[in-house]
């Protein structure tokens, strides 16, 4: 922004004289200067305000240096108040007033300011920064223009400036953006706009004219787009200076040599181009982009592509032109004028309404594809003409039956002639996408599945089934009669095969789809129903299919649920309904984001139909259980690094995250029972706390409750009234790792009251207190902590050797007296000891016998090991809840410190409870800590305490 201290224009103003003014408003334009910029929003807001009060005041101007400081502290303060709307607000009220005292000789002063800051930003890359400055530069740059005659040499200057900060401003594709700009442009344009219009495009498309006005054409186009500006779009059409505008920018793109900018053609594409005729396209562009394709086609397509795009006639007259042109450049040898080629077959599409002509092009480029061109054999280069097919499905129509048998007759051949199986692959993924747009099964399609047990490669079998059920979407499609045993033998193939078979399985998914369609009243199907509803088997909902199968699989996983629950729901069972809800979390959370978004659909038609809230519940929990199996196996592999991993796992929050949303907005939309509407909460609220999805979104519970529709800034009645639900979900949740547990009791003891504190330590008293685990000895204990499968009391050996030793004494020896043989002993004891010393420490091996007694007591070791370890699990949870409430709420805690030391300090004397008690207790002193010094709640504690201890 310094740049304008230099800029000529700044030194072209003369003095015609020193006004005076007063020392107060002296005194105001130096706080100004110094303090302007300062951070204190209040303190720069006192700053403009007293200096817009004595600016109104005087009754004279200021002169030319004093005016040019103050201009460039203006510059200055522009980024600094982007966030703040008061200051800018004063600041464009100073500017204002500048304005009314400032006479022409110094406007230029102005535009060497806002020069310096248009130059800034065209240098730097679009942000959301450069953005809202240069729409707050064009709030001055409106100021500055009211004051300025129109065709003058100033008036330029300003225009060109404008264009600049335009040209930044929109470059955008949100339309909030552009509206705003649109907001603030729009009171430049007198009662006149039409006589002002004209002027602007003589200037904008005068022979030098840069790049950069096509960001003010673009205002000039959206300003005649809008709502009551007819005659200006009428107007603007028959401007001769519209031609000059395409002149410019044909010179721009498809006359240069160089690549277009982007941040240009975007600005084309969205700006003039949309208010041109079919006239003006034939004439102005279509022969230049046809020839520079020619030419060049690497560095034009881009345009071409923003061309095509832009404009907003139809395009079904020039379609074969163009397309032949494009079709040309599906098989170039240049990657990225191929990748290119492929979006510009489906944007030409989309701008044709006449289904013929596009059907010509289709045809076209078959023949290119089997050499009419020269004979493509590189696969990549055959993929991106057949990519260029596929891509002439994306037309207005919604029906394209009458192109049917043409097209898949077409494509068939390709397949079958195909020495590529990945390109035979992606030939029928690109007839899926014309399939879905046929009301009925072509001809060459029934023929290619009747003959798929002929083909070798199980992936082109899969496609061709997949096809299949994308093209009969719900059950009034007609299924072909001749084609339904051949699906039911390739599910009762898959039915038959070993448990977890993931291409057999993935075969068959599709053809299950189509079959559910029928009416198995009328048609015999047992064997796809056994396989369907066997819980036990899983052919189509095992963990090792769902967490093994394609990414391409899971969107037939999605679509067989579906259909499954729509139409046949009241023939699962409810454990099948469980399996196949916990199958639809594995494809929710293992597919791309389209496929997804295709699921999530899937899922709001089966609830709509249902009617049945448990549903969403039933799929929250699922949710929860496969995203920490999913990440737990991620990790457990060593096929990636760590990053990898990592990242593989923070993508599964994510996804947990949209799909949680999309439940529950769903879930309100339908408007369920309140009492189905609180289980869902409580479920919500544990797959929230999972680490991953607290790490990314740590207020993801109360952003639920507000799309609850619930009053989410006091969830504390809420909490209440599902206290014992949430302790029963607590106490009995299984697949939550204890990290998760302590986020979801910190998240809900941030709402507590007296209700859910009292039901709480009610029920931790009732579990830690329990008989049997008062009854637990503090030598079972001691065992329970000691490692599994080590010997704990190893008295027993000593006095199985002590026995031994013993057993072998005679009092009655005539060897040996009663005295001598003791001696003996103690001899070998102190052998035995020296033995040891020399094997640092180690134990000496064990004799036959002696391993026999170890043996017997680690079994009843592993006994009391296991009995206390039942015992121990009860009150784990119990003491996880109640430390989790003191660590997540200890100013809330404190009101309740004498219950809570009424019910750990008896726990501090029992063996089992000892160790989590006395964690607790020390916990407690969070509660007190700042109020130790203060006494009160401090005192009472070391009261307690010393209670406690004296008993």
């Known amino acids: 922004m310094g740049s304008a201290g230099d800029s000529p224009s700044a030194g072209a103003a003369t003095t015609t004289g020193k006004p005076q003014i007063s020392s107060e408003f002296q005194e105001s334009l130096k706080n100004f200067i110094k303090r302007g910029t300062t951070a204190s929003r209040k303190e720069r807001h006192h700053v403009l305000r007293e200096l817009n009060r004595l600016w109104s005041d005087e009754a004279t101007g200021i002169s030319e240096g004093p005016l040019q400081t103050i201009l460039f502290n203006i510059a200055n303060c522009l980024p600094r108040y982007l966030g703040d709307p008061i200051s800018c607000q004063e600041l464009l009220k100073l500017v204002h007033q500048i304005l009314d005292k400032t006479t022409e000789p110094n406007y230029p002063l102005f535009s060497a300011v806002l020069s310096g800051i248009a130059d800034s930003l065209t240098l730097e890359s679009p942000s959301k920064y450069s953005k809202n400055l240069a729409r707050l530069s064009l709030k001055v740059s409106v100021l500055v223009a009211a004051k300025v005659k129109a065709g003058s040499a100033e008036w330029k200057t300003l225009v060109d400036i404008q264009s600049r900060l335009l040209f930044v401003a929109l470059n955008t ?85 160089t690549p277009a900018a982007a941040s240009f053609l975007h600005l084309s594409e969205t700006g003039f181009l949309r208010v041109i005729d079919e006239k003006t396209f034939k004439d102005n562009l279509l022969s230049p982009m046809v020839k520079s394709m020619l030419r060049n086609p690497e560095v034009v397509l881009p345009a071409v592509i923003a061309v095509i795009r832009g404009v907003s006639v139809d395009l079904s007259p020039f379609c074969l032109e163009i397309g032949k042109q494009i079709g040309t450049q599906l098989h170039s040898k240049v990657e990225t004028s191929r990748k290119l080629s492929v979006d510009a077959a489906k944007y030409l599409a989309q701008q044709c309404s006449d289904t013929a002509v596009v059907d010509e092009l289709a045809v076209y480029l078959f023949g290119v594809l089997n050499g009419s061109e020269g004979k493509i054999t590189l696969a990549t280069e055959r993929t991106d003409v057949i990519s260029g097919i596929g891509n002439l499905s994306a037309q207005k129509r919604g029906d394209l039956q009458a192109s049917a048998d043409r097209i898949t007759s077409l494509f068939t051949a390709v397949v079958a002639g195909e020495a590529h199986e990945a390109v035979a692959v992606h030939a029928i993924a690109m007839l899926g996408l014309w399939s879905a747009k046929f009301t009925r099964v072509p001809l060459a399609l029934q023929t290619a599945l009747k003959n798929i047990s002929s083909l070798k490669s199980a992936v082109i079998r899969t496609a061709y089934l997949g096809c299949l059920s994308t093209l009969l979407r719900d059950q009034s499609a007609e299924v072909p009669a001749d084609l339904v045993p051949v699906l039911s033998k390739i599910v009762e193939t898959a039915a038959a095969s070993k448990v977890g078979d993931v291409a057999l399985a993935s075969e068959a998914l599709p053809a299950a789809s189509v079959l559910l369609l029928l009416n198995f009243s009328t048609t015999k199907l047992s064997t796809l129903w056994s396989a369907l509803s066997d819980t036990a088997k899983q052919t ?25 629950l729509v139409f046949h729901y009241d023939r699962l069972k409810p454990d099948a309904v469980r399996m196949y809800i916990r199958a639809m979390s594995y494809s929710l959370l293992r597919s791309s984001q389209s496929e997804r978004r295709q699921a999530l659909q899937s899922w709001k038609k089966i609830v709509a139909t249902n009617r049945i809230g448990m549903l969403s519940e039933d799929l929250v929990s699922a949710l929860k259980t496969t995203l920490v199996k999913l990440k737990s196996a991620d990790a457990g592999t060593d096929k990636s690094s760590d990053g990898d991993s990592t990242q593989r796992a923070q993508n599964f929050s994510k996804n947990a995250i949209a799909i949680l949303t999309f439940v529950v907005e769903c879930y309100v939309e339908l408007d369920f029972p309140a009492a189905d509407k609180g289980r869902l909460i409580v479920e919500c609220l544990l797959i929230s706390s999972e680490p991953g999805v607290a790490s990314l979104r740590p207020s993801m519970w109360i952003s639920l409750l507000r799309r609850f529709r619930h009053d989410s800034l006091f969830p504390d009645k809420l909490v209440a009234d599902h206290i014992d639900e949430i302790w ?197 002193s969070d509660c007190v800590h700042d109020h130790l010094k203060n006494g009160g709640i401090g005192i009472y504690f070391l009261i307690c305490l010393i209670t406690f201890l004296g008993s």
């Open 173 to 257: 594709t949100r339309r909030w953006e552009e509206y705003l700009t649109y907001k603030i442009m729009r009171k430049t344009f007198s009662a006149d706009a039409n006589g002002h219009i004209t002027k602007l495009l003589q200037y904008l498309t005068r022979e030098d004219a840069l790049q950069a006005s096509a960001g003010f054409i673009k205002f000039i186009s959206y300003y005649a787009l809008q709502k009551g500006h007819e005659c200006v779009l009428d107007c603007l059409r028959k401007s001769p200076e519209l031609m000059g505008v395409l002149t410019h920018f044909v010179r721009w793109t498809f006359s240069s040599k």
């Open 540 to 564: 189509f909902a095992s963990e090792k299919f769902l967490s093994g199968c394609s990414p391409d699989a899971m969107k037939f996983v999605s679509l067989l649920v579906e259909r499954l």
């Open 728 to 924: 029963d979900k607590l106490q009995t949740e299984d697949a939550l790792s204890d990290e998760a547990l302590k986020i979801a009791v910190k998240t809900f003891a941030g709402f507590p009251t007296l209700t859910t504190v009292t039901k709480l330590l009610a029920n931790v008293k009732k579990e830690v207190s329990a008989a049997e685990v008062l009854a637990v000895s503090l030598s079972d204990v001691l065992v329970f902590h000691a490692p599994a499968g080590f010997l704990y009391d190893k008295s027993v050996l000593e006095a199985h050797n002590e026995e031994a030793a013993k057993g072998n004494i005679k009092r009655e020896s005539k060897a040996y007296s009663y005295k001598e043989q003791l001696a003996e002993i103690e001899l070998r004891k102190e052998l035995e000891e020296k033995k040891k010393a020399k094997l640092g420490g180690k134990e000496a091996p064990l004799t036959p016998k002696q391993k026999e007694v170890v043996t017997k007591q680690i079994q009843k070791e592993t006994v009391v090991r296991q009995g206390v370890a039942k015992v121990y699990k009860r009150i784990e949870r119990p003491f996880l809840i109640l430390d989790s409430m003191i660590a997540g709420n200890p100013d809330c805690i404190r009101s309740y410190l004498s219950e809570i030391i009424g019910i750990v300090s008896p726990l501090l004397h029992v063996p089992l409870t000892a160790r989590p008690a006395c964690q607790t207790w020390i916990l407690m």
